[in-house]
């Protein structure tokens, strides 16, 4: 069963930076991407960054130039570096991974099958 764990979430003032952590487990196959999506009070959880099996990015416009999202070579760490911090980046984050079945991946809930509990991020002014 495939596990994904957060860590590293934590409040920070507006401009400030924090780096999130997903431990993944489980995945009994080889190809598969990863994401962070990320979820505001009020609002919809809306994706923030995919890494692809080839380790191709793609980013939400809203954090082009600000998050970075990375992985290690065994694909089994996740990351998402966070720089100049906005109030509007708070929100619970989750890490996702791909499902069975291949096919393009998108930044989309739809392409994703495993999610992670979340860990909570808070900018303030």
């Known amino acids: 069963q495939v596990q994904l764990v957060e860590s590293g979430g934590g409040s920070v003032q507006a401009g400030g930076s924090l780096t999130l952590s997903c431990a993944v487990s489980?995945?009994?196959?080889?190809?598969?991407?990863l994401a962070w999506f990320r979820q505001a009070p009020g609002k919809e959880r809306e994706g923030v960054a995919l890494?692809?099996?080839?380790?191709?990015?793609t980013y939400a416009d809203s954090v082009k130039g600000r998050f970075t999202i990375s992985r290690d070579n065994s694909k089994t760490s996740l990351y998402l570096e966070m720089n100049s911090l906005k109030p509007e980046d708070t929100a619970m984050y989750y890490c996702?991974?791909?499902?069975?079945?291949?096919?393009?991946?998108?930044?989309?809930?739809?392409?994703?099958?495993?999610w992670g509990q979340g860990t909570q991020v808070t900018v303030s002014t």
């Open positions: 890494i692809d099996n080839d380790g191709v990015t």
């Open positions: 489980g995945y009994t196959y080889t190809f598969y991407s």
């Open positions: 996702a991974g791909e499902g069975p079945g291949g096919g393009q991946v998108q930044l989309e809930e739809v392409d994703f099958a495993y």
